[in-house]
C-alpha cells in the first residue's frame, strides 16, 4: 500500500513563508510526476506546481515567482516552497504522484490527505 503524507501546512500573515512537504511511502518502484493541488473552500481543486523525475517544472500563473517545487528522489519527497504569501493561497493544499509499484506494469495516481495553509491579511 503506497501512502503520501504532507506536512508543514498552518497559518501565517500575508507576506510570510511557509514549505510544504510530501513524502510518498510503500513498495514503490518509481515515481515519474509529483505535483501539488489546491482547494479552497466551495472552489474545485487546480494545480499550483508539477516536477518530473528528470526536474522539470510547471507553475499555475498565480504562483509563478513566489512558490518552488522540488523533489528528493532518493526519499521520494516532493516540497513546495511558498513566499509572499497572500491571503487567496488560503486553501487545502494535497499532494500527488504517478507512480509504479513493484509487479504491476502499469502506474496510477495516489494523492495524500491534505495540509491546510491558512493566510490571514
Known amino acids: 500500500q503506497v501512502q503520501l503524507v504532507e506536512s508543514g501546512g498552518g497559518l501565517v500573515q500575508a507576506g510570510g513563508s511557509l514549505r510544504l512537504s510530501c513524502a510518498a511511502s510503500?513498495?514503490?518502484?518509481?515515481?515519474?510526476?509529483m505535483g501539488w493541488y489546491r482547494q479552497a473552500p466551495g472552489k474545485q481543486r487546480d494545480l499550483v506546481a508539477r516536477?518530473?523525475?528528470?526536474?522539470?517544472?510547471n507553475y499555475a500563473d498565480s504562483v509563478k515567482g513566489r512558490f518552488t517545487i522540488s523533489r528528493d528522489n532518493a526519499k521520494n519527497t516532493v516540497y513546495l516552497e511558498m513566499n509572499s504569501l497572500k491571503p487567496e493561497d488560503t486553501a487545502v493544499y494535497y499532494c500527488?504522484?504517478?507512480?509504479?509499484?513493484?509487479?504491476?506494469?502499469?502506474?496510477?495516481?495516489?494523492w495524500g490527505r491534505g495540509t491546510q495553509v491558512t493566510v490571514s491579511s
Open positions: 510503500g513498495k514503490i518502484f518509481s515515481i515519474n510526476v
Open positions: 516536477i518530473t523525475s528528470g526536474g522539470t517544472t
Open positions: 500527488n504522484a504517478d507512480l509504479m509499484q513493484y509487479s504491476s506494469d502499469s502506474s496510477y495516481r495516489s
